[in-house]
Structure formats: structure tokens, C-alpha cells
């Protein structure tokens, strides 16, 4: 096997051996030993902190493994790390709860997480379904909405016999929890694992991530996100196939990750000459079309969900400007920081360029960045800025999971606890703010 050059970099991570062979992972991998897209002879690379080739072995507890040493406990332990940064980071969002309790008495917590907001509309689609008609709700329309959220509502409180809260509030935690997961196998297998833990240090503690205990997509829909990436570094076509379907079912900039396959599958179909791309670029757009074609079926408009965001005050398309425009916003005017979902929006684009920048530099440092990364950052991002109204410009954000790992690569470890002081304090903050605004939605500026 070929050796990897030596990667230069600023500062050299102690942490990180950057002097490493490259071999084949796919059969080393300590998380997924069975492969549906790889075959025989093919080689997946992928680089360590600050560049390099990942081991052919695993180092668990300082121990370098065989795979056929490696057992599930070993493999689990792997996610450690990432479950306690994510139990930690709920615990500030239950400490967030109290407070606002504490705040406003006549606040009921378990209401908040689960039906505030946007969740009082996927616990109405999960209870009833879709109206067969495309009309005003109570200024608003749940067609606006995707199935699949709704859908694993319903089907969690079919299988755990629970009420659609309780239900709603541990299906949050559990999605949680795996689009950590999602993150970090996506992360590590471009940057290896000390960027993938802090990418999602980063993640459970941005402020906007109190919504993964709340009911809304951001959990199932980075679940796919995470998966179907490193699915597709793995080259496993059906898998990126299947999550890429899950993704367009829950999100209507899902469809990016559609692109992020079909970039992929097609010089595999050109140059491998291989029937499995081709069956993940079949099956990829199958769950976007199948909800057009319902909603053709049920009212008649293959596209109510984009109608039916004329029935929220959305009327036109943005063109990406509504972060821009808050940005310039801000820099002009000392009352628009009297806005909060200005400032914040203003925040986002601020981030995910400082992001984007530094995801350049990182390939330029000799990351290998495969395309279906740059396919889904640039896609993302637009998906992000098209918010018609700046509140949920930041929580769009949450979802660009390329910047979490930009920004990781680039964080020194001795920045780790600033860094994630200020965004946990900025978190239980803008939690707060959420909480109380269920009750007194005028007072608060900052709703997701």
C-alpha cells in the first residue's frame, strides 16, 4: 500500500498522528463490518484530523485491533464520547425547562417541548393526517409540512402505547441522539475522530440545537443527513439511497441530498460499470416524487407544500436574502439589534461563511473533501438563507453539518471550553426565550 504524504499544518495536534499509512477501511471498519455497495478491490479513504489517511486498524483503549477482534462492545464504546456530549447538552435544555417553569408559572414544560410552535402541527398531521383540501388552518395549513416526522409520531405512539406527547418527547431524544451519531460517522470519515468529537461538541451545544429536544424534523432530518454522507463515503449505494429517500420525505431542501447521490452514482455507473450506483440513482428520488404524487392525488397541486406556505404570510420566493438582508440590517442599524431573529439570522450567514471559508482551507491543507460534501454545504446553505422570514434562518443552520466539522478542524483543543461555554450559555438563553414565547408568542422575537 501507497503511503499518505505528511500534511502541514499550524500547529500539530497532539492528539493526531498525521504520519500514517492508507489502506482499505472497508474492511477495518469498526462500526460497519457489512458493505452493500463495495466490492471486491475497491479502496474508500479517508483522512485523519488535519489530513492524512486514516489507520487500516482501530485503536481502541489504546489497543490496536484486528477486525476480526473487534467486538460490539468495542464498536459501541466508540460512540461513548458523543452519547455524553449529547446527554449533557439535553440536560441543559431540561435545566432551560425548569426555568422558564420557574419564570412563568402557568408554563407547562412537557406542552413546550412537544406541542409549541411547529410541533402543534406535526402532532395535528400525526393525529389526523392531511385535509383533502388545501385551505386556511388557523392561519396556516399542514400541507406546508413533510410526512415523515408526522409519520414516526405516529408510529411511536402505535408500538410504545404512550400519548402523543410523551411519545413526541422520546421520539426527540432518540433522533437526537442519532443524527449525533449520524454526525459523527460523517465527520470521521473525511476528518477522522478527534474532529468528529468536537463536530458534534459543537452540534449538541450550537444555540439553536434546543430544538432537538422539541418537536420538530431537525433530529430525523440530520439522522438522514448524517447517514446517507457517510454512507456514500463508504459507498453504500442502497443505504445513501434509502437515507437520501428518508431526507426528501422530511425536509423540502431533503432534495439535496438526492443531488449529493446522483453526483456520486454517476462517474461510479460511467467509469465502474457497476449495477448497484444505478440502483441508489433510481431509488434516491422515489420518496419526493411519491409525495408530489400524493399531494396531486389529495388536492389536486403536486407542489401544496410550497402553496400552502402562501397561507402563512410566505408569498413569494426570497431569493436567498432574507439573512442578507438582516446582516445588513444589523450593520446599519443599532435598532435592528433590538430584533433578536434579525440578530440571529444575521449570526447564521455570518457562520456558515466563516465555515465555508474554513472548509476550503481544510481542502486546500490536503483534507480530501469528496464533491458530495461540497454539493450539500453549497446546497444547504441556500436552503438555509431561503427562509422567507428570519426566525428560522439559525435553526436551517443547524443542518449544514459540513460547518460543525469546518469549524472542529480548525478549533484548538485548548478553545474547547470557551467555546463551548459561550454556545451552551446562548443555548439555555434562546431556550428560554422559545419556552416562555409558546405561552406569549408576541413577546418573544427569537421563535424558531
Known amino acids: 500500500m501507497p503511503k499518505s504524504s505528511i500534511v502541514t499544518t499550524d500547529y500539530q495536534d497532539p492528539d493526531v498522528d498525521l504520519n500514517v499509512t492508507a489502506a482499505d477501511p472497508h474492511a477495518m471498519d469498526p462500526v460497519l463490518s457489512m458493505s452493500d455497495g463495495l466490492e471486491a478491490g475497491e479502496i474508500v479513504t479517508s483522512t485523519d484530523e488535519r489530513g492524512g489517511s486514516t489507520n487500516s486498524s482501530v485503536e481502541l483503549d489504546r489497543t490496536t485491533h484486528t477486525p476480526e477482534l473487534i467486538t460490539w462492545s468495542a464498536r459501541l464504546k466508540q460512540f461513548a464520547r458523543p452519547t455524553g456530549y449529547y446527554i449533557l447538552s439535553r440536560l441543559l435544555v431540561l435545566f432551560a425547562a425548569l426555568a422558564s417553569k420557574w419564570l412563568v408559572p402557568r408554563l407547562h414544560p412537557l406542552k413546550a417541548l412537544t406541542s409549541g410552535w411547529d410541533g402543534y402541527w406535526y402532532t395535528l398531521i400525526a393525529q389526523h393526517g392531511y385535509p383533502h383540501q388545501l385551505f386556511n388552518e388557523n392561519h396556516g395549513s399542514r400541507w406546508a409540512f413533510f410526512p415523515a416526522y408526522p409519520a414516526a409520531i405516529r408510529a411511536t405512539v402505535a408500538t410504545t402505547g404512550l400519548s402523543y406527547a410523551h411519545a413526541t418527547l422520546l421520539l426527540s431524544f432518540v433522533l437526537g441522539l442519532t443524527s449525533t451519531l449520524a454526525i459523527w460517522l460523517a465527520v470521521r470519515q473525511i476528518f477522522g475522530p478527534v474532529v468528529a468529537d468536537r463536530s458534534v461538541l459543537l452540534y449538541v451545544f450550537f444555540p439553536a440545537s434546543y430544538v432537538l429536544s422539541m418537536a420538530y424534523t431537525e433530529g430525523l432530518f440530520i439522522t438522514a443527513v448524517g447517514a446517507c454522507l457517510y454512507a456514500l463515503a463508504r459507498r453504500y449505494w442502497i443505504t445513501a439511497a434509502l437515507f437520501a429517500v428518508l431526507g426528501s ?38 420518496g419526493f416524487l411519491a409525495w408530489l404524487a400524493y399531494s396531486w392525488a389529495a388536492v389536486g397541486n403536486p407542489l401544496a407544500f410550497l402553496s400552502a406556505e402562501k397561507l402563512w404570510g410566505h408569498s413569494h420566493f426570497v431569493w436567498f436574502l432574507t439573512p442578507i438582508l438582516s446582516l445588513l440590517r444589523v450593520a446599519t442599524s443599532v435598532q435592528s439589534w ?71 478542524w480548525r478549533m484548538r483543543p485548548s478553545w474547547e471550553g470557551p467555546v463551548v461555554g459561550v454556545l451552551a450559555f446562548s443555548q439555555g438563553v434562546l431556550a428560554v426565550v422559545i419556552f416562555v414565547g409558546t405561552l406569549y408568542p408576541h413577546s418573544a422575537q427569537l421563535w424558531p
Open 249 to 286: 420525505l422530511t425536509r423540502s431542501f431533503g432534495v439535496v441530498l438526492i443531488a449529493c447521490v446522483i453526483v456520486t452514482a454517476i462517474p461510479a455507473i460511467l467509469k465502474e460499470r457497476k449495477l448497484r450506483p444505478l440502483v441508489a440513482l433510481v431509488i434516491s428520488p422515489l
Open 338 to 408: 433590538h430584533q433578536g431573529a434579525v440578530v440571529l439570522a444575521a449570526v447564521a450567514l455570518v457562520i456558515a461563511y466563516g465555515g465555508f471559508v474554513l472548509l476550503a482551507k481544510a481542502r486546500d491543507r490536503g483534507v480530501a473533501i469528496p464533491l458530495f460534501w461540497w454539493v450539500f454545504t453549497v446546497g444547504s446553505i441556500l436552503g438555509m438563507m431561503s427562509s422567507y422570514e428570519p426566525v428560522s434562518v439559525l435553526r436551517y443552520s443547524l443542518a449544514v453539518i459540513p460547518l460543525f466539522a469546518a469549524y472542529a
